[in-house]
């Protein structure tokens, strides 16, 4: 359809193609989309990423279909609160009359993280969640692993197809607000709009004894099918309505002694950050799940440190585990269904800190620090994962 007969449209849906088509895309695979609405507005927030997820556990090149996952391979998994997520490693948005928004690297563990702050286990099986390819469990996320297929159907009938996906990653196009009204876009505002995605590597989607006997990178993943789907409506030839995108961006560091100071510099304006941590020697192993939330050993003491918006020197000192888990919480959602509260009954799942500010803040010349107290010894160091929330406004 011509640009002028689109244009007149009351309510387009659109769906873009990578601009370098392949057959499937694989592990470290950068691809790159360009959403282009002459003569509309999009409609922020309507972004998804569509597609087919195939498993494999043999990696071979091409890879084979006598390679995907059968009935009695029970004991494979990717973590179930994410979902297709897991291969979104690194989600990059940019417009041709405004440059770069975000650059949001380690995008699976804050979705792991956004989910358990704002969600129950239960709730990965609503359909919102369920296109996603999130579940309520490991079974059913080890059911999703084997593809489309009937259960009675033998694992040698036919040719069995990858489990299809419609995701909404998280990125600023899906977190934009304007006020009271539905934030819109104009083409006019920021041209084409590129869209990049980096898919995770091979042993930071797939954990399970049967992953782990297989050996580092081989079980694999493809991705098929691939494209990007968003709304647009008729440009008004109104003046661009302000638009808030919210953004986050992401800092990593080690955790290795039993007073860790961690300082870094952001450079957006962020209005909180939020943390989580990783026994590093399980980082990307096979055997354990790479989005886990740790929680460090005997952690008796958080200390933030930080410049309000005034220039003062401010100090937070939070020692009980409730107030670190609720002040986490804040900084992540004000939701009070969660998963994270859990951690004040049991040890070690869905655990994190962080801190909301009274405002936007400019953290590129003061730094951000942050003290831990804990057990964590050199020998067994953790990651830090250091995710600051801002905006990007137009």
């Known amino acids: 359809m011509s640009n002028s007969s689109n244009s007149q449209r009351p309510y387009v849906h659109h769906r873009a193609f990578p601009l370098s088509t392949q057959d499937s895309y694989k592990e470290y695979t950068n691809v790159d989309f360009r959403l282009s609405f002459p003569g509309r507005k999009m409609v922020a927030n309507s972004l998804r990423v569509e597609g087919r997820f195939n498993a494999y556990k043999l990696n071979t090149s091409p890879p084979q279909e006598a390679n995907r996952l059968i009935s009695t391979d029970s004991k494979s998994f990717y973590d179930p609160q994410i979902g297709i997520n897991a291969c979104f490693q690194q989600l990059t948005t940019s417009t041709q009359n405004q440059g770069q928004l975000e650059l949001l690297s380690e995008a699976p563990r804050l979705c792991k993280m956004i989910n358990t702050s704002m969600a129950t286990q239960n709730d990965m099986g609503n359909s919102h969640n369920s296109c996603e390819l999130k579940t309520r469990t490991l079974m059913l996320a080890n059911r999703v692993l084997k593809g489309e297929r009937f259960d ?84 008004d030839n109104q003046p661009q309505m302000p638009i808030d995108f919210h953004t986050s961006s992401n800092v990593r560091q080690t955790v290795q002694s039993t007073f860790s100071n961690v300082s870094v510099n952001e450079a957006n304006l962020s209005n909180s950050v939020s943390c989580s941590f990783l026994k590093q020697s399980e980082e990307n192993s096979p055997s354990y799940n790479n989005t886990r939330l740790d929680k460090p050993p005997l952690v008796t003491n958080i200390e933030y440190l930080f410049n309000d918006a005034t220039n003062k020197f401010l100090t937070f000192n939070l020692k009980s585990n409730q107030e670190i888990i609720e002040r986490y919480l804040e900084s992540m959602s004000n939701s009070k269904v969660n998963s994270v509260q859990n951690v004040m009954n049991k040890a070690g799942e869905n655990y994190g800190i962080g801190i909301k500010f009274s405002d936007y803040l400019d953290l590129s010349s003061n730094k951000f620090g942050v003290n831990i107290s804990s057990s964590v010894s050199s020998t067994d160091p953790y990651i830090i994962f250091l995710y600051f929330h801002g905006k990007v406004s137009i």
């Open 152 to 235: 009675n159907v033998l694992d040698t009938d036919s040719t069995r197809a990858g489990m299809s996906f419609s995701s909404k990653p998280i990125c600023c196009l899906n977190m934009a607000s304007a006020g009271m009204g539905q934030p819109q876009v104009k083409y006019s505002t920021t041209g084409d709009i590129f869209f990049t995605v980096q898919l995770a590597r091979n042993d930071a989607v797939f954990f399970g004894s049967d992953v782990a006997t297989a050996g580092s990178n081989a079980y694999n993943y493809t991705l098929s099918d691939l494209s990007i789907s968003f709304s647009s409506v008729p440009d």
